[in-house]
């Protein structure tokens, strides 16, 4: 049997595979071998490589594809064969066989020059065999459109089309649409300018079901216009495919569209759910009076900063402040007043600390702050900068102008220890300082 020479466009691997299970009757060829090869016999492509085969008649192509969309463009550009990149193996075969059974005349040319020792008459034999067996309806007609050759597929698909058998000698006529009639009826006008084309035929005969595709091609002898060849192909099944492959589309269209209202609502849920994460979060990490940063925020703040003293041997201060006399604020002004004074604190340390510094409330009215890359030193200065803008602060409320006063401990993580250890040493310093005259920093 004869191999086809087949140019395959297309990356899907799929779709190769198909092909290569034909490999008893194709030979698959690349691009970049195509170019040098002008024999090629038909060629799988998509839209997007259709520009790099514009020089090849479009009877050699067959357009593939799994957009419904897609297919008006290949009959834009005259590919009116057109398949799903799905299509099983037997479609491809059968598919195959029709076009090896139309290159089979001039195969049998070639092989007449190669195998001279054949009587041509038996090579006469074997293209009648090939030319009468064709799964197409193959005609030939002069350049007066009078029928010279058909064979039995090409009388079968015209008694189907029009309730009558071809004959020899008459001219060969068509019912087409008004705009196929005006090309078929420029055919002999065209002369050698004519460069074949492709027309459809489908829905009012006898097998309405059917759908065929008709080619016309010039035959010449040297540069004499002699003829055409008029070849009529059943493409009923592929014209099934791409019925099934439009409702499939439009169903995958459907329940794409439908994945896509659901993950946007997916999305909003999500969201929300963050949102809400994120609040319940804050509200986790945050002093509800205060609203400054609590206990379990600074320890885990903490963890991450010994962690960083492991890598960078900084050492870091911790700063145990409490408020003087806060029970005394209470008890003369009322709680209300002792809330205010806590807020109003929160706000000074907030707006006062260093951006690499940070603090809680570490209970009642005492509270923690962290000073990064500090010595005590260092932390010594910071934190008297904060204990003087407490002490310059007017906190008033309800009338009453209220000085507040701070007792801070300060402790320095120089080396690694548990963090309640330098807690401890913080709290030591500061009840120190307590029994000692208060509104002072201990280190």
């Keep these: 049997m004869q191999k086809l020479l087949v140019l395959n466009l297309l990356s899907n691997e799929d779709f190769q595979e198909t092909l290569l299970k034909e490999k008893e009757i194709i030979e698959i060829i690349s691009l970049e071998d195509y170019l040098d090869i002008e024999d090629t016999h038909l060629v799988f492509s998509d839209l997007e490589n259709l520009a790099k085969i514009d020089f090849l008649k479009s009877s050699n192509i067959v357009g593939v594809t799994n957009n419904i969309n897609e297919i008006p463009s290949f009959y834009d550009k005259d590919i009116f064969s057109t398949v799903p990149v799905t299509i099983d193996s037997t479609a491809i075969h059968k598919l195959l066989l029709k076009y090896i059974s139309i290159n089979s005349i001039e195969l049998l ?25 064709s799964p197409m309806g193959v005609a030939f007609v002069n350049a007066n459109l009078e029928i010279v050759l058909f064979n039995p597929t090409f009388a079968d698909v015209f008694h189907n089309l029009y309730y009558n058998r071809p004959k020899l000698g008459e001219m060969l006529t068509f019912k087409f649409s008004l705009k196929d009639k005006e090309f078929w009826d420029n055919i002999v006008k065209e002369g050698t300018d004519f460069k074949g084309i492709n027309l459809k035929l489908k829905g009012k005969w006898k097998d309405a079901s059917k759908n065929y595709e008709i080619k016309v091609n010039p035959i ?11 070849i009529i192909e059943d493409i009923s099944e592929f014209t099934t495919a791409n019925s099934d492959l439009k409702r499939y589309y439009k169903y995958l269209l459907e329940q794409n569209n439908r994945l896509e209202k659901a993950y946007k609502e997916v999305e909003i849920r999500n969201e929300k759910l963050k949102v809400a994460y994120e609040k319940v979060n804050a509200l986790s990490n945050r002093d509800y009076l205060t609203q400054a940063p609590n ?70 009215e005492e509270f923690l702050i962290f000073l990064a890359e500090s010595d005590i030193e260092l932390g010594k200065m910071v934190v008297e900068r904060i204990l003087n803008e407490i002490r310059n602060y007017n906190f008033i409320y309800n009338g009453n102008n209220i000085k507040i006063t701070m007792t801070f401990g300060l402790a320095v993580y120089d080396k690694d220890q548990h963090i309640n250890q330098i807690i401890d040493i913080a709290d030591q310093k500061l009840y120190w300082g307590k029994k000692h005259n208060k509104n002072q920093i201990v280190t």
Excluded at 109 to 130: E, H, L, Q
Excluded at 220 to 230: A, C, E, H, P
Excluded at 314 to 325: E, P, R, S, W
């Design 109 to 133: 040319k070639d092989t007449f020059k190669v195998y001279k020792y054949y009587a041509f008459d038996d090579f006469i034999y074997y293209a009648d065999s090939v030319f009468m067996k």
């Design 220 to 230: 010449y002898k040297q540069t004499q216009l002699i003829g055409y060849s008029v």
């Design 295 to 364: 206990r379990k925020y600074f320890l885990e703040k903490i963890e991450y900063e010994q962690l960083r003293f492991k890598r960078t041997q900084n050492t870091f201060i911790l700063a145990y402040g409490d408020i003087d006399d806060f029970k005394k604020v209470n008890d003369t002004y009322g709680h209300e007043t002792g809330d205010y004074v806590l807020i109003s604190l929160t706000n000074i340390l907030r707006q006062t600390i260093r951006n690499i510094d940070f603090f809680c409330r570490w209970g009642g």
